[in-house]
């Protein structure tokens, strides 16, 4: 009997709202992920934040996390230190684990854009060996003919492969169009998929609904593991998208602070650890635990 395969529709459309950041007035900071974990499950959250940093006063400092992975995409500028610096277009995921402090401090001027997310972990991977995986811009798996434009950071698509490894399956794709330009692309029917556009608008699947700048726009899914279709079509003046799309977890975590967790009482040991000094800094990390491509 022949399978039918799932077309991937916008179910959801939400415009994110620009507010000040804790770096201060000169930290614009968008929330793309607004739902409860329970729908968005792998993703716990997922902020765009923007800096245009007119000063020296240093902002941003050193924080633990536990029990997750961040994912970040700088979009523009740089970031980082002598030890390490991410230029436009380089990806990391930061697997926090059982435990690492990590320090965000700026103190030139500069002018940069990051989309950061943090994602579930499997329950088994919780407390996972902290690692650091680094894609650099000019590593990036990518398409590029014919008006489409796509670059894959993380998992397979597009008969495309990323080197980096995940805990749970991710994809996490940059999609440029221009103008009416469509792509065809396979999605894992099971993985909970999002499209969040960055410049211009693109249209989605075959009812080609509108997303624009600065929305983000939830897909459907279908809980059995076979292939699903996602049509993409580039808007009146093109469009550039970034896909995230990964298997849920399905297991219930307690958020509190820079920790996730399974209980609440493990939330309470990692504040302790942290206090006590237990929890190292990822620039102390052995070289087997850090990974470039």
């Known amino acids: 009997m022949e399978t039918t395969i799932l077309k991937r529709e916008l179910i959801n459309i ?13 930290h614009t900071a ?24 007119k000063d020296t006063e240093p902002v941003g400092g050193p924080h633990p996390h536990a029990g997750f992975e961040t994912v970040s995409l700088l979009l523009e500028g740089e ?21 690492i402090v990590h320090t965000e401090s700026i103190e030139k001027k500069t002018k940069l854009r990051l989309l950061q997310m943090w994602l579930n ?22 398409i590029s003919e014919n008006g489409l434009e796509l670059r894959l950071y993380s998992g397979e698509m597009a008969g495309l492969k990323s080197p980096v490894q995940n805990h749970t399956p991710l994809i ?14 396979q999605l894992n029917a099971s993985y909970n998929a ?19 700048e600065n929305q983000v726009g939830w897909l459907g899914r279908s809980a059995e593991k076979d292939e699903s279709e996602l049509v993409l079509t580039g ?13 849920p977890q399905n ?6 602070g820079p920790f996730i967790a399974d209980q609440e009482e493990e939330i309470k040991d990692l504040y302790r650890d942290f206090r006590h000094g237990k929890i190292g800094h990822v620039s102390a990390l052995p070289a087997a635990q850090r990974f470039s491509y």
């Not at 939400?14 to 000169?26: I, L, R, S």
């Not at 970031?79 to 435990?99: K, L, N, R, V």
């Not at 808007?235 to 298997?247: C, M, P, R, T, W």
């Not at 297991?251 to 509190?256: E, M, N, R």
């Open 30 to 53: 968008r929330s793309v992920i607004q739902d409860e974990f329970a729908s968005s499950d792998p993703f716990i959250l997922l902020m765009d934040d923007f800096l245009d940093k």
């Open 79 to 99: 970031i980082g230190d002598e030890t390490h610096m991410m230029q436009a277009g380089d990806f990391q995921i930061m697997t926090a684990g059982s435990g």
């Open 121 to 142: 972990l499997p329950k088994k991977d919780r407390w996972a060996t902290p690692r650091v995986q680094d894609l650099a811009f000019g590593s990036v798996p990518k």
């Open 14 to 26: 939400k415009t994110t709202v620009a507010h000040q950041g804790f770096m201060g007035h000169d």
């Open 172 to 185: 996490v794709a940059e999609i440029h169009l221009e103008p009416g330009i469509v792509t065809r692309q």
């Open 194 to 212: 999002f499209l969040y556009v960055v410049d211009g608008s693109i249209e989605v699947g075959d009812s080609r609904e509108i997303l624009n």
């Open 235 to 247: 808007g009146k003046s093109g469009g550039k998208v970034v896909l995230y799309a990964a298997e």
């Open 251 to 256: 297991h219930p975590i307690v958020s509190y």
